[in-house]
């Protein structure tokens, strides 16, 4: 038997049945608006009372900014009392995290050391509540997590475990007093009993999960991608290890390490354009120093004869994926030493770094970034080993000028065409020195994967260079390359007074026609090579580039707790919640 027609107010004919589901419906929706109405005039009363009331993870459901409304809120009030405040002077840590781990790791499956008390800290990254008297924190430090499985039978009264638990959410730093246990599931973890939040996190946290994919907040906010992301930790572990490498070795033959000054009154030592300052006392402008070299040298001609220094460069130059206006470099000046010498050092002292940290000579290395192509850096030694002039002419299949004429025009032309041919971009001003150094970026650095060695470069690329003792118009000088950058430079030292005036009025010249990166003119300098500086060999390295590549990283941001950054303009305020 069919159910009977009837119409509806829009005059749409429905069975009695569909007509009674429908305003069914119709009443549930107009309950659920009555109630949710309800609810936002409630909180509007209390919004503290409302905020409480809420699951954890429930109010993370609201806007960035709302979470940080009411929780501000929360700790204000938690201030009110002394003995709630959410700021405390001091917690007592009896063990580390990692040192919990280790130390009670042998517990068997349900146990606990009812009988220890253990006092840890840490910060919390999740939450999960079995119920009103169960709930499991992750807590991370140190680069490890444990759990706390805290419960409201092993806490000191049932009453203070609700109200110290209802105080933490995720980002909190909390203070864990309790015993060591592992769950019938296995977990190791601490069974609290008692709970002590020591500085609250008032901003919502991008879960774990996710993590901070957003490059720009990663570099500005660097705290929170320490919080979130734990693998960045290590980059810095591996950086660290590399400069106490380079200590150890250092001091072990010998050197001294030394500091010298950072504003100088020429900025010497390097072909770069400076950063300038202003000293109000001495009405005085002076220039960042751009490398530690003319002071280093005259350490030597005073008679320390092996000198170190790991310190700051400053150039006023591009900020790009291998480049930072201020980064650290390692330099030494060894008195009695050649070129020779020092590619010998320099193979020692790689190959046993890399060995020491990774157990290897060999590391991977993406060049595109984590989804790119890994390629293999071998950094056994010896390292392949190039010369400027004969391996740039093989590959370009043509004859470069001869290098003791490239401070004629006829050369510069020469050189001109060369570029012109092979499409070789060279912004003005196209002095020999700088179109023969795009060509052997183009052509010879890109052929240095593993670490290479391109050694003899024309007089006219390295003032400070001494010639070299058999050809003519070129020095004694190397490079070192891995994945086609400049990771290392070394030469053997000029020391003669008159050859060193003479280049730097070659530079001064360079400067005149319009080269912001030539030197200047030290005349304190030529003054001290004029004392007698022993033969000497100096060198230099930029440890954020040979981090880069020794953290499998493919931009020196990843490798500077805080780089250099274009100012934010307009930005919204809620990038620290982007997940």
């Not at 680069?143 to 109200?163: L, R």
């Not at 050092?345 to 940290?357: H, P, Y």
Request: aromatic share 8%; proline share 6%.
């Amino acid at each position: 038997m069919g159910d009977t027609e009837v119409k509806n107010e829009a005059g749409e004919k429905l069975s009695k049945n569909e007509l009674k589901r429908r305003l069914k419906e119709e009443k549930k929706a107009a309950e659920k608006v009555e109630k949710e109405k309800a609810k936002a005039e409630a909180a509007a009363a209390n919004p503290t009372t409302a905020a409480s009331a809420k699951p954890k993870s429930a109010e993370e459901d609201i806007s960035p900014n709302e979470y940080f409304k009411l929780r501000s809120l929360a700790v204000e009030e938690l201030k009110l009392d002394p003995n709630t405040h959410p700021y405390p002077h001091k917690f007592s840590v009896s063990i580390s995290l990692t040192n919990f781990l280790e130390e009670y790791e042998k517990l068997k499956d349900g146990e606990t050391l009812t009988d220890v008390v253990v006092k840890c800290a840490g910060r919390i990254h999740a939450i999960r509540e079995s119920g009103a008297k169960l709930i499991f924190y992750d807590v991370r430090g140190e680069g490890v997590k444990i759990q706390v499985m805290a419960t409201a039978n092993a806490y000191k009264s049932e009453e203070e475990f609700g109200v110290d638990n209802a105080k933490l959410r995720r980002g909190d730093i909390v203070g864990v007093v309790g015993n060591p246990g592992r769950t019938k599931k296995g977990e190791l973890s601490i069974i609290p009993t008692e709970l002590v939040l020591l500085a609250p996190c008032l901003h919502m946290l991008p879960h774990l999960h996710y993590g901070i994919k957003d490059k720009e907040t990663r570099y500005r906010q660097r705290y929170l991608d320490l919080i979130i992301n734990a693998d960045i930790t290590r980059k810095f572990q591996v950086r660290a290890q590399i400069i106490s490498y380079m200590r150890r070795f250092f001091d072990q033959m010998g050197f001294l390490e030394i500091e010298t000054p950072m504003m100088n009154m020429i900025p010497g030592g390097a072909t770069a354009k400076p950063f300038m300052t202003h000293h109000n006392d001495l009405k005085l402008d002076l220039y960042m120093r751009v490398a530690p070299e003319l002071y280093h040298k005259m350490l030597v001609v005073g008679g320390i004869d092996r000198v170190y220094e790991i310190g700051k460069q400053f150039r006023n130059e591009g900020i790009d994926m291998t480049h930072n206006p201020e980064f650290t470099t390692c330099e030494f000046y060894m008195a009695y030493a050649d070129y020779h010498d020092l590619i010998d050092i320099t193979e020692k002292l790689l190959s046993g770094m890399v060995k020491q940290i990774f157990g290897s000579y060999k590391v991977i290395f993406h060049p595109d970034g984590p989804e790119g192509e890994a390629k293999e850096i071998d950094f056994t030694p010896p390292f392949k080993r190039l010369r400027m002039f004969p391996d740039l002419e093989r590959i370009l299949g043509m004859k470069l000028p001869s290098p003791d004429t490239l401070n004629t025009e006829e050369a510069r032309l020469h050189l001109d065409r060369i570029c012109v041919e092979k499409q070789v971009d060279c912004p003005p001003p196209r002095t020999c020195a700088r179109l023969l150094d795009k060509l052997v970026g183009d052509f010879l650095e890109e052929t240095c994967i593993n670490p290479t060695f391109i050694t003899e470069h024309p007089q006219i690329m390295s003032p400070l260079a001494k010639w070299h003792r058999t050809e003519k118009g070129i020095t004694e000088r190397f490079e070192l390359f891995v994945m086609k950058k400049e990771v290392c430079n070394a030469y053997t030292e000029l020391n003669d007074p008159a050859v060193q005036r003479s280049r730097f009025e070659q530079q001064a010249k360079d400067k005149a026609s319009g080269d912001d990166e030539a030197m200047f003119l030290d005349e304190n300098f030529c003054t001290a090579l004029e004392y007698g500086l022993p033969p000497t060999g100096g060198w230099g390295m930029g440890i954020d580039r040979l981090s880069m590549f020794l953290t499998d990283s493919n931009n020196i941001k990843e490798v500077l707790f805080f780089p250099a950054m274009k100012p934010e303009d307009n930005k919204p305020k809620d990038t620290e919640a982007e997940s």
